[in-house]
């Protein structure tokens, strides 16, 4: 049984470049977290969303970000006109309906614009 | 006042050592309590997983929550340096499937 993969694992962008991450979820998960990780700091909520829904975008920035969860495929994270503060480990977690058991996170995307 | 509060440490300690990490919490909310483990340069692995207030035990790991005093602790008996990582508290409240709110970790390294 696959854990949550997440690719890819590095991702070197430059200045005004777009940045797509890609989480599939664990089997039998239907809901998506997404997190950023700057340096020394904790794992900061960006987006939750089930299959073909956003259920709570309250942690993504206003502008250039967007996250989808469709029917068929994996979830995608999307950064439009990268900058050089976008530069941090992307984590995607996912969980059963229930939300029990905790939440299994991925191996991350490290993004680092240049 | 945030959320949720964790000393970054660096925390050091000798093999064999019993350590002891802790969160405080403002959000009364919160009902379900976590640690997360992460490596350097990898994805956070969960620990611990408990419900409302009381103790939990798993091996080495106890997880310790007082929803009284806001307050959650993390004990690991024994330390490996294999402990040697950082620890991160997690929570959420009551609904189905809630984002989890983060602490900032503490750094761990327990020496051989």
């Known amino acids: 049984n696959a854990g949550v993969m997440q690719n890819p694992r590095h991702l070197v962008r430059r200045r005004g470049q777009e940045a797509r991450l890609r989480c599939s979820p664990m089997k039998g998960h239907s809901h998506v977290y997404w997190y950023r990780q700057l340096p020394e700091e904790g794992l900061k909520f960006m987006v939750y969303l089930q299959k073909e829904n956003i259920i709570d975008e309250s942690g993504m920035p206003k502008e250039r970000f967007s996250a989808e969860f469709p029917k068929e495929g994996p979830s995608i994270l999307r950064i439009q006109q990268v900058v050089r503060g976008d530069s941090a480990a992307y984590f995607c977690?996912?969980?059963?309906?229930?939300?029990?058991?905790?939440?299994?996170f991925g191996s991350g995307t490290r993004l680092t614009v240049v | 006042q945030k959320e949720v509060e964790q000393d970054p440490g660096p925390l050091s300690v000798p093999e064999g050592a019993i350590v002891s990490l802790n969160c405080t919490y403002s959000n009364s909310a919160f009902q379900y309590f976590m640690w997360y483990r992460q490596y350097s340069r990898k994805g956070p692995e969960l620990l611990m997983y408990t419900y409302s207030s009381g103790n939990k035990e798993d091996g080495r790991f106890t997880a310790q929550v007082d929803k009284s005093s806001k307050y959650i602790s993390l004990f690991i008996r024994d330390s490996q340096p294999s402990d040697s990582a950082t620890y991160l508290c997690a929570m959420r409240g009551q609904g189905g499937s809630e984002k989890l709110v983060f602490g900032k970790g503490t750094k761990l390294t327990v020496n051989p």
């Open positions: 977690a996912s969980s059963p309906p229930n939300g029990r058991d905790g939440y299994t």
